[in-house]
Structures are given as structure tokens and as C-alpha cells.
């Protein structure tokens, strides 16, 4: 495996109260990589938390997982961009052979597979929305993707260049179907999948489930956008 080299990697790490499992997250990163924690809200003193701890704090005062996501896409300077939960469900140390499948030019774009560690690291509910997403995906693009996951990897300015517009639960799906409907080579791995620290704010009820399978399935009926139209839509600022 070829090693990273550490200036051409920014870690978007959205970030809503997560000052317990910050600590953990933030001491996973590769070292040199640059840690980009999106502050979306939170009132447990995380952004304090992670700047202390050596990371960038970004604040993202619009509420929503997508809104996070691309706020720390925007601020990133990298050549190749990373994101991830930022719950410790998921160790970002295992983006190193992501990043070096994108910068050996072998994917454009590349997926974590979760495999649940332990009970309670993927409740039913969620698999099945996520189960469930994945086939409509397939039918919508033809990619035999098993999981729409958070860990991920891409090129920046490609990743730019889709022009994403959802700002909530929609986000990592719309990233997929663009980059689908682009071309893009997008593969996928095995990634353990570990019990996550506090409450889950999208996938932990079934309430906040079904919102986000609601917030996919937008995503998954809209018809593939022309780059001018799509570039209106991201200037525009699209609110779901």
C-alpha cells in the first residue's frame, strides 16, 4: 500500500454535540492530514473541544447534515477531500487506502461499506432504510453500491464540480447519483462499523429514519441536472 502524502488531505468532520467521542475521532486522523471540524449548532462546548485539540473549527449556523457536509467541502484546500461521521462510529484512519485508490487514479470516488461491530452499532430500522435506498439507487443509476455511508473520499474540485444543492439527509445520496450520472468510477469497501458515542440526530428513531429516507428519495426522482442548471441550483443556495 502507498502512503498519503499529508498536504493533499482535508477531513470534513460535520459536527453536532459530539464533545465525548471528539477526543477519539480527532486523535484517528492520519498524521498530517488536516481535520475540518463543521461546528453545525452544538451547545456542549464541541468546537472549544476540537480546537484544542488541534483541528480546524468551521461554524455552519444552517442546521443539516448536508449544509455541514458542504460547508467544509467549500472551506477545503486540499487536493483530495475526505468526510466523516463525527460520532465514532467510524475511524477515520481507514481513509488512507481511500485516498490512495483516488490519487492512484484507480476511483473518483470511494465508499465505505459499514459493517456493524457489536449490538447497537446499526439499529434495524436504519439497515432497512438504507437497505431500501441502495436498490433504488441501483435502479436510478446501475451502481451495485451496498451502503450510501459517510466515509468517502473524492477529488475537491470534482467533488465541486458536481454542484450539490440538498443541505440535509440528502447530501451523501445526491454526491452518489451526480457523480453516477458524471461517469465516475465509484467503488466500495468494508469498513467496521462501531457502536457510536450519544444520540444519533438523523438515524437513531425511526422518526428520523423516515426523514431521511424521505430526504433520499427527492434526491433519487430528480432527473439528471445539466452542469448549468446544476451550478444555478448551488448558487441559489437549495433549502429542503
Not at 453536532?16 to 451547545?43: F, K
Not at 477529488?155 to 454542484?163: K, M, N, V, Y
Not at 458515542?197 to 430526504?215: E, I, L
Request: glycine share 10%.
Amino acid at each position: 500500500m502507498t502512503s498519503s502524502a499529508p498536504e493533499d488531505v482535508d477531513v470534513v468532520l460535520p459536527c453536532l454535540n459530539e464533545a465525548e467521542a471528539l477526543p477519539w475521532v480527532l486523535d484517528r486522523i492520519p498524521h498530517g492530514w488536516r481535520a475540518l471540524v463543521v461546528d453545525n449548532g452544538s451547545t456542549d462546548g464541541s468546537a472549544d473541544i476540537a480546537r484544542d485539540l488541534g483541528a480546524s473549527v468551521l461554524h455552519e449556523p444552517r442546521r443539516g447534515f448536508g449544509a455541514a457536509c458542504h460547508a467544509g467541502l467549500t472551506a477545503a484546500t486540499a487536493d483530495i477531500v475526505c468526510f466523516c461521521d463525527c460520532d465514532a462510529s467510524l475511524d477515520p484512519a481507514l481513509l488512507m487506502p481511500f485516498v490512495d485508490e483516488v490519487r492512484g487514479d484507480r476511483a473518483d470516488l470511494v465508499l465505505g461499506r459499514r459493517r456493524p461491530q457489536g449490538r447497537g452499532a446499526w439499529p434495524v430500522h436504519a439497515r432497512a432504510g438504507n437497505l431500501a435506498l441502495s436498490l433504488m439507487l441501483r435502479r436510478r443509476t446501475g451502481l451495485r453500491l451496498h451502503d450510501l455511508g459517510p466515509l468517502r473520499a473524492a477529488r475537491r474540485e470534482a467533488l465541486l464540480g458536481l454542484s450539490l444543492t440538498d443541505r440535509r439527509s440528502g447530501y451523501p445520496l445526491q454526491m452518489v447519483v451526480r457523480a453516477a450520472d458524471e461517469g465516475w468510477r465509484v467503488t466500495e469497501h468494508d469498513v467496521p462499523y462501531l457502536p457510536r458515542s450519544g444520540a444519533s440526530k438523523v438515524t437513531g428513531t425511526w422518526r428520523g429514519t423516515w426523514q431521511a429516507v424521505r430526504d433520499m428519495s427527492r434526491v433519487l426522482a430528480e432527473a439528471p441536472v445539466a452542469p448549468e442548471a446544476a451550478e444555478a441550483q448551488a448558487e441559489g443556495g437549495t433549502r429542503r
